[in-house]
């Protein structure tokens, strides 16, 4: 199966991290797609940005997902995952809400790991939106932008794993979930020193999907992730245009 | 004090609903300036069109708001309300928040009734997503388009009297709030055959704004609503990426 | 408008601040009016002194809200809030109520700073009770008595900036309540030394009670804020018993 | 031991009811004595009563508690209860915080059962204010008024039989607690009909305080049920004042 | 990879089905295998014969799973999950906490529906205790009993079907789970005439389970799927008393 | 009346010191009887020894609960609580469920109190089933081993008190519940030095049955405690077997 990861940041070095941490979870037969943003945010590290990325989210899906058997969107706050629901009938996952559901299966406290202070109380947010805070025991973060984690991953592992051992410590996780794009593909750095599982929530995403498309659920017609139709949406593509007229007619 | 009404769809109509709303809660003194969206959805009527106008939010924004003392979001997702935050300086009040925050010092069950059942979900996720939803005793909707709502105010009005009263039979609401840009106005005839007040999100928006202003706060330098700097967004307006770089400078 | 502060502890001292720190949010027009308790505790300092306070607060609305447009509780518990809606026609705003509703405009996660290791169940609860508690981070007190706090303003303010940094640090807020009506009109001081916003309670009343005014609701017929009839009351006085009788006959 | 019931209403009938109702459970060798409210409200039916109450129910329980092993408080709200566990050293039960307690003990999904729809927000309040709020599967309303339940208490019987049918069927209640002074004893004449047990919130109290006498725990140093000490109130009864004083030295 | 399903009731019938459900979500390369509970209830149908069953999960896991790459819980209570988990280091996964997680990335608002009236509370519990009662807007039941389930199929459906309809219409499910293993493999009916998704729990966790195989999570040493070791728990097989004794050297 | 305590546990050291617990609190007349498990763990100290101890639980009940007037389970877990009550028509209290309930009189911050770091998180879920999670302010534990707790009484003292004072400082508990059959009876050790009022789970619940028996209570004919009947079990004793097939025929 084809699965399209986007990533609507336009740090092509995100990407490269998305997508290799998505190959630790595919399948014989799984190929990976990633995808750039072409516009808006540099990396997101604000509520503003998450907000101008959502579109971008949209159209990257768009241009790309037409073929696509899933789509796992490769930002950490799961920008537009509902949104996507509505204009897609394959499966789309959210490398955050993947790794929730995944680290649900591993623990009873989760513990959720960023990059950034200013980030805690957006991935709060994202997890208690889920329905799942009663599940997440503590969200913490490492003083790192995301920049300077892709230019010294090395330098990151340490910072990682002494959060990792001050969640345990104070709140008792029983599995950390690495919250951040440019986080992909450092848990297994991370895990190495760590008492407990760390997950990636690209990989989880990727063997969630597959997963999903391994149920082969019926489209709904009906609810959340019911396809759109009529809608009259301007200044988007053509092809996304397209979508909000008729979601279902789709060729993915 | 002037006050930025801004409306993201793109139907005039509801702009002017909207701002004849505003007008009920405006002081002498007060100004109130509405726009319209010029690209995106024609009405928000589900999560993707909302996702593409929080986009046009900042934009109109940062077109229309450098002058402003207050912006009040004109749509009932109040979208894009916190990233507004981050962008300007001044009190950004949304029409839905400011309508629960009012409902919530007359009564302690609240009502919400919309247009739309699809559009329930949102509301109940939004008022959660407020830490709201424990007094919000009931998510309603009357199966009316936006559209047709605006074509024929009168026949709306027996619809809302008559969820107003299941609502009120079923759940005990004390005060219900009408969400819906495309409602906003028609608070008053509902409220002629209501036995409990029934509150418009903008008038209520208005008039918190107003509130806001009179508190005469300073900005953050920290945390949720603290101006950004230094972000690099690109496929926006100069105006709007020029916040991105440093929204503390900027004249609102 | 006039506004009716309503002050049921004995302290002279704790009306002036109280009075005050309403100046500070009144618009040109609006004239205060702020009342002492005569009876009852000295300054509420225990479950036991506000449940003494509750029939003073009538009594006091009852003898002065006569001609009011507003009511405003200068008491930090918001002591009997819910009961004066039930005897008024005029809005009825409590200084802790209208606090946490205008930081929840501010930041997305409120700490509330009071008084007394002792009171910080009491506001935790009543924060719970207005359905308030997920977005309260952290409820914190300056062992400081209020006695002391009248005395030494300048004393507190140390004491008060330190409690703001900590819970900065630890819990992340956005945005501070100072609870505690001998606290009132210290905000401006506190906020000379704050990363964020810091918010009187009775300027918050103030401001949220004009905005009231400003909507014109009409009174509820049903419900939580609905005039009582016929109720039989004893040992309380003319006016109140009158109030108890027919409260939407009375002149408010 | 000799436990006091407190009645703060001024219906001697309803004290009366709720006398018979503590004696189904008291045990040989405990007394009873049950006082009822000089002023006030002749039954609570609003919050303004209740606040206006709770000055009485710490005025009977210093008049006639010194020599009590135990206060129960026969008033359905439970008025001023953690203001009395301040006051006195000895334990203090609420009749409706005992009937959830015990009907904890009994089913998962509780049902509450009161006189009058008016009042069943109060009591879900009262649920969510004990943290017991996911146990409460319904709060149901008979429309029927104290005084006329206190007259015709047969009539009474069917309107609560069809009321705790009704709960069964449509929320799975597991038993059910009346609340409501005025329903005091009828609950046998419930049970009769009942497939789930029918609480008595009186005698849970009294069993209750029973039961915390028997576990002779000492007085709290520190904490919601401390005795308060050097308090200053004025206006109340010699009695009282002592107790705000210092409510250790008394001699219950 | 082998997965191994675990029924721990009596009946080979719902043994059967458990399986052919499985294998609907099996990849090629994945071998299940099926085992029947050897003592204990015939079907779980109250809260006691739960409690029974948990032993024997646990001994049909011991006996069985030495060589499996996952386990699965083909009893819709989840049976004795986490203590699989402490016993079993690879991945141990639920049949309903499957459905709950795989729900969660189909609709917002997830409907359960099981068999018997009497379950309802069983599942609003389990789903609490998963910290997802959030995203579970009902908990429906169909009056059939697992038997008849089991002997008149095509009689079950149309019940089915009203259920998911009703469901859909009062408390707006984006999709519905089945819960109860005798309901294995109905799922494609029930689908048929359902406007949402319909999902199998079994079907979810083989799938899940799968998941979990590829994303290769090391041991926990610590937190609530750790190893147990020197626990001394005799009247259980061999087996099972060699992983109390220390579940990490066991084979599996 | 006779109560039963249950120990599933095999160290009959543990069932010494609850019944030597549960006298504290017995009334003239009440007679205690103690019974240890025959078979499964020495001490319960994971999730995987509390699923074996289920069954020996409802096997010591069915064994020797015959002519009992009320069951308490003397297993801090609380073990197979809610199984108990379908299979008894007498009342059956957990220890730590009744010491929640009886310090829910006491304090509204509880603070609960266990051996060992591993079983914080079982004490949270377990304060989370039972509805009362807003009221536990803090679960902590001394790191001390029941076998070296039931060794060195003394030993532990210090290190309860120690945690007492820390709960109190950090989380402002104003009563502690010790959880842990290996502490019955050192409450009275522990409260010598403590500010606040410590409870024994053992004794709140010989307490809280003797006041159900005082309520005389009739079964329930539906619902979480109704009889079972008709239930097919194996594997079980003849006298077990029986309560299944029918609950309500057993002399008890």
Sequence with gaps: MKILLVNPNRTQAVTDA??????????????????????????????????????????LAAAHGADADAIVLGVSLDTALWACRELFTVPVIGMTEAGLLMAATVGTRIGVLTLGRAMVPLYEELAAAYGMAARVAAVDAVDIMPAQALAQPHAVREALCAAIARMRERRGVDVVLLAGAALASMAADAQAA?????????????????????????PSTLGADAPLSGRDVTGVSPALAARFKDSSRSSS
């Design 194 to 218: 760590s008492p407990v599982p760390v997950l990636d929530g690209v990989a989880c995403a990727v063997a969630l999907a597959q997963a999903r498309v391994d149920l082969r659920l019926p």
């Design 18 to 59: 998305v997508l290799a941490a998505g190959w630790t979870a595919a399948r014989p037969g799984t190929s990976l797609v990633a995808v750039t943003g072409r516009s808006g945010p540099l990396v997101i590290g604000s509520r503003a940005e998450n907000a101008i990325a959502q579109r971008e989210v949209l159209e």
